[in-house]
């Protein structure tokens, strides 16, 4: 598989010091994704994640996202210079879900990896955490049960507000039905479609 990304055209030698060097000096970190052909939720992560415009845009600002089969016999340098095929390397991660997802710094030390597939909101917010450098704050689990608390009270308000007196709103004016106007703000209009 080619890479992606802002450097899409680049062929990387899968060195992973060279790619984070080379990353960081555009400003941005090194994303090795690992993948296997066949795999639905592989490709449910390019047809599904990687297409969407917000990730797609988020990539090309901040990730240098390469390519490496599970399966492959390419060679590949790890950071400490230890050669691996696509293969052994894999299994040397203990790679048993595809895809996985291994985010770097600077220094080549992985400070998220994310084993399986994870939904566009949920990967837009691994995304996040990394290039927002995070890492050091909190970890991921407690930065993405953050934003679904926010996302959680956002729909509350919500709620709150439709509960209010008047309950029913066909109510009657003078001898006359008037409709009322019910009105959904746009930042919990996702979780409509979901109850």
């Known amino acids: 598989p080619r890479p992606m990304g802002k450097r899409a055209s680049r062929e990387s030698f899968l060195d992973f ?3 984070i060097a080379e990353a960081s000096a555009e400003g941005m970190r090194l994303l090795r994704y690992i993948g296997q052909r066949g795999c639905p939720y592989s490709n449910q992560l390019v047809t599904d994640n990687l ?3 917000d990730i797609a845009q988020t990539v090309r600002a901040h990730f240098d996202l390469i390519a490496i089969n599970m399966w ?10 230890q050669m691996f095929s696509e293969k052994t390397l894999a299994a040397a991660l203990r790679v048993q879900f595809t895809p996985t997802l291994l ?5 080549g030390r992985i400070v998220l990896r994310l084993d399986g597939y994870h939904p566009p909101a949920d990967f ?4 996040e955490y990394v290039y927002l450098q995070r890492e050091n704050e909190e970890s991921f689990h407690n930065y993405l049960m953050d934003a679904r608390r926010a996302a959680t009270l956002v729909m509350s308000e919500v709620e ?8 029913r709103l066909n109510r009657h004016f003078g001898n006359s ?8 703000d746009s ?3 996702r979780q409509c479609t979901t109850r």
Not at 72 to 81: C, F, L, S, T, Y
Not at 103 to 107: A, M, P, Q
Not at 124 to 127: N, Q, S
Not at 177 to 184: A, G, I, K, S, T
């Open 17 to 19: 010091g060279e790619d």
């Open 51 to 53: 297409a969407h415009p």
């Open 72 to 81: 492959g016999d390419r060679e590949v340098v790890r950071v400490d210079g």
């Open 103 to 107: 985010f770097f710094d600077e220094s």
């Open 124 to 127: 837009l917010k691994a995304m």
């Open 160 to 167: 709150e507000w439709c509960m209010q007196r008047p309950y």
């Open 177 to 184: 039905l008037r409709p009322q106007p019910l009105l959904f």
């Open 187 to 189: 930042a919990a209009s």
